[in-house]
């Protein structure tokens, strides 16, 4: 009987820790883009950083040293208002009064949008978590659970191609690797 009942409690836990599955950045590009993005050359990041105020017209201008698939905003509508589960690192935004992060970019790789360029707008999303989150440090990565939304954002830092509704967001546990 201990045997079945620590196998329901066994059961019980790890339902409650279950998460949706894991989406992989590149499913947010659509294949042509992808491909692109693939045989790019190596891009130099030594540029200096900027500040966060948003833009409200529109998208940056384009450079006209980087290949156009890195201001790519094309997305896959599949994910429009699809609930996903992205791992990635945090570019703070927006804080509340208790120093929690409510706004910020998620970013595939760490570091990304300290210096420019970014990554392309549909390698970005917006993520508002009302209930914020206290990130001690940028470079831990995260896992972020919500609804995704096909939505366009700027500001300075970046241009997105994506936003999030995040219902959970949580530091990633070596018990998660």
């Not at 998460?19 to 950045?25: G, K, N, S």
């Amino acid at each position: 009987m201990m045997r079945y009942l620590f196998l329901i409690l066994l059961l019980i836990g790890g339902i409650a820790r279950a998460e949706l599955p894991e989406t992989d950045w590149l499913d947010l590009m659509p294949a042509e883009d992808r491909q692109a993005l693939e045989a790019m050359p190596e891009i130099s990041h030594d540029t200096p950083e900027k500040d966060s105020s948003f833009y409200t017209d529109g998208l940056k201008p384009q450079s006209a040293d980087l290949p156009a698939v890195m201001y790519s905003a094309k997305t896959v509508a599949e994910f429009d208002g699809k609930l996903i589960r992205l791992g990635g690192y945090p570019v703070p935004l927006e804080t509340d009064s208790a120093g929690r992060s409510t706004l910020f970019f998620l970013v595939p790789y760490p570091g990304a949008c300290i210096h420019v360029p970014p990554p392309p707008p549909n390698q970005l999303v917006l993520v508002r978590y009302p209930k914020g989150i206290e990130l001690e440090d940028i470079y831990a990565p995260l896992w972020v659970s919500g609804t995704l939304r096909v939505e366009q954002v700027s500001n300075e830092l970046a241009d997105a191609a994506y936003a999030m509704d995040a219902g959970q967001v949580r530091v990633v546990e070596e018990s998660d690797l």
